[in-house]
T-cell receptor, first 112, second 117 residues
């Protein structure tokens, strides 16, 4: 059964710093998604990564995928307070699967 | 363009009762999935509906059931509520005729916060 693990689970950082969230998954998958969730709110889609070596960037966030290592990273550059949220990675467990398997989430707090 | 809408937003029920949650998918979407998100956890897949049929189910007991209507809207029913059923229930939709998760993933609703006391 596919397992998705994120680390760290909690991250407190200062504005202006850089940091990386890691997402490891246990079996082969051809799609990985990153979502953002604000407290009490729904999930907002950030990135979809479809192939080995894929890199996507939006503002201060950049996501990458290494399917051979079964690893995705979400890199935050020069963090700002507005990026405080919980970030989830999610993986399609096999081709044709009807579900996403989510990691536990990384709660990111960015302090002024 | 309305996204995924869920109702109610909050609900308090007593252990042993039954509850029905409702979801209207985003316009142009025909596939609806339900997820349970316990506090501090990632969402867990309950089941997916497409063409009014349950296509796949996660590891949830039969107390969890659902329905999809011809207009693509969906209901999640939970019988014999347990304290452990307290969670945020998220509905997610995927584009028309996809029958599966589109390459762009799901659009999620804002959820229904269910508290069982």
């Amino acid at each position: 059964e596919l397992k998705v693990e994120q680390n760290p689970l909690f991250l407190s950082m200062q504005e202006g710093k850089n940091y990386t969230i890691y997402c490891n998954y246990s079996t082969t998958s051809d799609r990985l998604y990153w979502y953002r969730q604000d407290p009490g709110k729904s999930l907002e889609s950030l990135f979809v990564l479809l192939s080995n070596g894929a890199v996507k960037q939006e503002g201060r966030l950049m996501a990458s995928l290494d399917t051979k290592a079964r690893l995705s990273t979400l890199h935050i550059t020069a963090a700002v307070h507005d990026l405080s949220a919980t970030y989830f990675c999610a993986v399609v467990p096999f081709q044709g699967a009807q579900k996403l398997v989510f990691g536990q989430g990384t709660r990111l707090t960015i302090n002024p | 363009d309305a996204g995924v809408t869920q109702s109610p937003t909050h609900l308090i029920k007593t252990r042993g009762q039954q509850v029905t949650l409702r979801c209207s998918p985003k316009s142009g979407h025909d596939t609806v999935s339900w997820y349970q998100q316990a506090l501090g956890q990632g969402p867990q897949f309950i089941f997916q509906y497409y063409e009014e049929e349950e296509r796949q189910r996660g590891n949830f007991p039969d107390r969890f059931s659902g329905h999809q209507f011809p207009n693509y809207s969906s209901e999640l029913n939970v019988n014999a509520l347990l304290l452990g059923d307290s969670a945020l229930y998220l509905c997610a939709s995927s584009p028309l005729r996809s029958g599966t998760i589109s390459f762009y993933g799901y659009t999620f609703g804002s959820g229904t916060r269910l508290t069982v006391v």
